[in-house]
């Protein structure tokens, strides 16, 4: 049965979901579950924004996004965790990271990769 995100429709199309870290989507491991990412020939996910904020928030809080304002350590946690998956299963993880997601995206990309790095050693 299709849990509802359209995953027959994806498949059958050769695409995958998208998972999406925003305040307006369930959690990342919950949508991982939910749109079986380990079945997809590929890991993609955009992080974009952190809690319940909204974009003209965490634009105003973060700027000049040079810096980390709000480490959101359970997301890059969880981000950590469906890439070094996804790896382990011989899949591509594509993931897209956004300033707002904790203040500068360069030093997100960077603590993420060091996570993952960490994770399979």
């Not at 498949?11 to 997809?40: I, K, Y």
């Not at 040079?66 to 359970?74: A, G, K, M, S």
Request: include cysteine; glycine fraction near 10%; hydrophobic fraction near 40%.
């Amino acid at each position: 049965m299709d849990s509802g995100l359209g995953q027959g429709a994806l498949r059958e199309a050769g695409a995958v979901h998208c998972v999406t870290v925003h305040p307006t989507m369930s959690g990342v491991s919950e949508q991982a579950l939910l749109a079986r990412v380990d079945e997809g020939r590929a890991l993609v996910l955009r992080w974009n924004l952190r809690g319940q904020q909204r974009y003209e928030e965490a634009r105003d809080r973060y700027a000049p996004f040079d810096r980390l304002v709000e480490e959101d350590v359970p997301t890059r946690e969880a981000v950590a965790e469906l890439c070094v998956a996804a790896a382990g299963a011989g899949r591509e993880a594509f993931v897209t990271i956004n300033n707002k997601a904790e203040g500068a995206a360069p030093l997100s990309v960077a603590k993420l990769a060091g996570r993952i790095a960490e994770r399979t050693r």
